[in-house]
């Protein structure tokens, strides 16, 4: 068994939202925190919450390119062995899969949130079995417990993500990694201008602050858990009625959210 190494987190989809927060908070527990995301605005987001003592180390990258995983993974046997895995990146597209998307944009949804995740697993958790310590945080999402009209794409792309995060989360047992997947629920962040979802009623209705989720999650992980509803009492209560109701009332339930032109006035 190797020595472990000084505490080292990588977040993915760092620049913003829910992952920059999770960054602040490796940063605010003096975890080193290697910060990765497609956009620019990466290294202000890094400059942001540099502070004495802390190395944050930005890398841009758009992950929905394999290369670019394996450059990512040689990046930071440069830089040191990861003790903390926030994988994080994901994007969304909303409207109708048959008339309302591209295809381009749907793959997309899949190599960021789904291959992209495997890629990175992959290649790290490797060298974190080896030295029999680590901490794993996948982001799924409370969409991962529904089918999503409007948004097929997207809820089963996370419903993939909190599976393998369940699956990893048993074959790692004893090992000394634990495995944790974070549900968010609608959260303030730049997801539904993205995904073009600015005229649904989810985007226009009440969301969660991404400090608040970012915290919940990072809590969760120190601590092991399997999982974290994070937010507000309302994304608990829909993850509990999601074991409960059958498909048919959770699609019709989502599509009143998700479907173009809802929004609320």
Known sequence: MRSIPPPLALVTGASTGIGLELAKQFAAHDFDVVMVAEEAAITDAAAHIAR????????????????????????????????????????????????GTTL?????????NVRSTVHLAKLLLPGMVERAHGRVLFTSSIAATAPGPYQAVYNASKAFVQSFAKALREELKDTGVTVTALLPGPTATHFFARAGMLDTRIATGPKDD????????????????????????????????????????????????????????
């Open 104 to 112: 381009a944009d749907q793959l997309a949804v899949v190599d960021l």
């Open 210 to 265: 991404p400090t608040t989720v970012a915290r919940d999650g990072y809590e969760a992980l120190m601590n092991g858990k399997r999982q974290v509803v994070a937010g507000s009492l309302i994304n608990r209560a829909q993850t509990a009625a999601a074991r409960l109701l059958p498909d048919s009332v959770l699609t019709a339930a989502h599509r009143l959210l998700t479907k173009p032109g809802t929004a609320r006035g």
């Open 52 to 99: 004495p003592g802390v190395r944050v180390e930005p890398i841009r990258l758009d992950l929905t390119r394999p290369e670019n995983v394996e450059t990512l993974a040689q990046r930071l046997t440069e830089i040191g062995e990861p003790t903390a895995l926030a994988l994080n990146a994901g994007t969304g597209t909303g409207g109708a899969f048959v008339t």
